[in-house]
T-cell receptor, first 119, second 111 residues
Framework: DAGITQSPRYKITETGRQVTLMCHQT?????MFWYRQDLGHGLRLIYY???????DKGEVPDGYVVSRSKTENFPLTLESATRSQTSVYFC??????????????????FGPGTRLTVL | DAKTTQPPSMDCAEGRAANLPCNHS???????VYWYRQIHSQGPQYIIH???NNETNEMASLIITEDRKSSTLILPHATLRDTAVYYC????????????FGKGTKLSVKP
């Protein structure tokens, strides 16, 4: 019962470096999400994916790239890290298809987070 | 813009019921009310959700007013481990149902 995992849990990198944060879920959930959390901003959606090979931008996508070749994995890449990308990153997944009153709901289950520091 | 309004902080005595209010006056007919919480340094945790009727599970109860413009999350017997930030979110679900987290309510349970 691994659920949803993220790696690494902590990462320190330098400005300009490429960094990839990994997210893996064992539930075969169709939807996956990436959020960042900063003091004073709460959680903000970066990208999400409805299924393998389907991704879409969230509120703050600039500077990030995602891919989803397999249902269970949803890596987030910072192509050229900047100090403003220092944050805690959370991955989440949800299953569409759990109808309640005839409407699909989207309860999300979150990973433990990755704390990224860009120097 | 946040679609919900919550008090920034609340205190509750251990063993007592914690009642966390949320206003969502612009909620539309196909939007659910979700509650999540985030204990320090952990990922957000789903608590409960509802559409029109009151809901109860092993963690909490959700009371939604008849006009659906506000709701209350009730933790019936708060413990110190319930100290967390509680987020009230409205969402349509499915592919359009991205959760928008506001600043939430910081609940402090005190012995």
């Amino acid at each position: 019962d691994a659920g949803i995992t993220q790696s690494p849990r902590y990462k320190i990198t330098e400005t300009g470096r490429q960094v990839t944060l990994m997210c893996h879920q064992t539930w075969s959930h169709s939807y996956m999400f990436w959020y960042r959390q900063d003091l004073g901003h709460g959680l903000r959606l970066i990208y999400y994916s409805a299924a393998a090979d389907i991704t879409d931008k969230g509120e703050v996508p600039d500077g990030y790239v995602v891919s989803r070749s397999k249902t269970e994995n949803f890596p987030l890449t910072l192509e050229s890290a900047t100090r403003s990308q220092t944050s805690v990153y959370f991955c989440a997944s949800s299953v569409e298809g759990a109808p309640l009153g005839g409407v699909v709901t989207d309860t999300q289950y979150f990973g433990p987070g990755t704390r990224l520091t860009v120097l | 813009d946040a679609k919900t309004t919550q008090p920034p902080s609340m205190d509750c005595a251990e063993g007592r019921a914690a009642n966390l209010p949320c206003n969502h006056s612009t909620i539309s007919g196909n939007e659910y009310v979700y509650w999540y919480r985030q204990i320090h340094s952990q990922g957000p945790q789903y608590i409960i959700h509802g559409l029109k009727n009151n809901e109860t599970n092993e963690m909490a109860s959700l009371i939604i007013t008849e006009d659906r413009k506000s709701s209350t999350l009730i933790l019936p017997h708060a413990t110190l481990r319930d100290t967390a930030v509680y987020y009230c979110i409205v969402s349509r679900g499915g592919s359009q149902g991205n959760l928008i987290f506001g600043k939430g309510t910081k609940l402090s349970v005190k012995p």
